[in-house]
T-cell receptor, first 111, second 116 residues
Framework: AQRVTQPEKLLSVFKGAPVELKCNYS??????LFWYVQYSRQRLQLLLR??SRESIKGFTADLNKGETSFHLKKPFAQEEDSAMYYC?????????????FGKGTLLTVNP | DTGVSQDPRHKITKRGQNVTFRCDPI?????LYWYRQTLGQGPEFLTY????????KSRLLSDRFSAERPKGSFSTLEIQRTEQGDSAMYLC??????????????FGSGTRLTVV
């Protein structure tokens, strides 16, 4: 069974501080990992995919297969980063369509 | 095409009534998904269409739930004999079938169902 765990429901940091949102997963195989973000009163949207190794809005995430983790990091948090963040995984190939989401972490960046 | 549209945004219904939600995906997307999200939880997979074919249904989707995508374009999700436990946000998403990668979904704003 595939599972995504986000251990922190709430995370509060000050503007300019580093931020790390934790994500651990369980999957028998090589999954594809994603971070989705939902800003206040907006729809859920894709932030980044591990496979593209990109940095979006200053956020990066590295897939650690040994620790089965995909933590989201940003060196200097901004107030506009305050949002709900969801980690998600899918399979590959024929099973790559279905996403399994974690419960989410609400990030608050204080001024 | 401004993205994935869902209608209605909110629905309040009495227990036992039937409700139907509509989703219009991005026109170029041939994959369409329904998810359900309850308070404090991430979205949970309900069902998946590739074009007009419903290829997977979650065991979360009881016999009271039915989804269609008749012409491979818009989709409807119907809940019969609603129960209070059906109260949730119902999310629709779409994506394209391109290569073997998962390029991520585009989500709609959701339909919030309240069963009273």
């Amino acid at each position: 069974a595939q599972r995504v765990t986000q251990p922190e429901k709430l995370l509060s940091v000050f503007k300019g501080a580093p931020v790390e949102l934790k994500c651990n997963y369980s999957y028998s195989g090589s999954p594809e990992l994603f971070w989705y973000v939902q800003y206040s009163r907006q729809r859920l949207q894709l932030l980044l995919r591990h496979i593209s190794r990109e940095s979006i809005k200053g956020f990066t995430a590295d897939l650690n297969k040994g620790e089965t983790s995909f933590h989201l990091k940003k060196p200097f948090a901004q107030e506009e980063d305050s949002a709900m963040y969801y980690c998600a995984l899918s399979g590959r190939g024929g099973s790559n369509y279905k996403l399994t989401f974690g419960k989410g972490t609400l990030l608050t960046v204080n001024p | 095409d401004t993205g994935v549209s869902q209608d209605p945004r909110h629905k309040i219904t009495k227990r036992g009534q039937n409700v139907t939600f509509r989703c219009d995906p991005i026109s170029e997307h041939n994959r369409l998904y329904w998810y359900r999200q309850t308070l404090g939880q991430g979205p949970e997979f309900l069902t998946y269409f590739q074009n007009e074919a419903q290829l997977e249904k979650s065991r979360l989707l009881s016999d009271r739930f039915s989804a269609e995508r008749p012409k491979g374009s818009f989709s409807t999700l119907e809940i019969q004999r609603t129960e209070q436990g059906d109260s949730a946000m119902y999310l629709c998403a779409s994506s394209s079938l391109a290569g073997s990668g998962n390029y991520g979904y585009t989500f709609g704003s959701g339909t919030r169902l309240t069963v009273v």
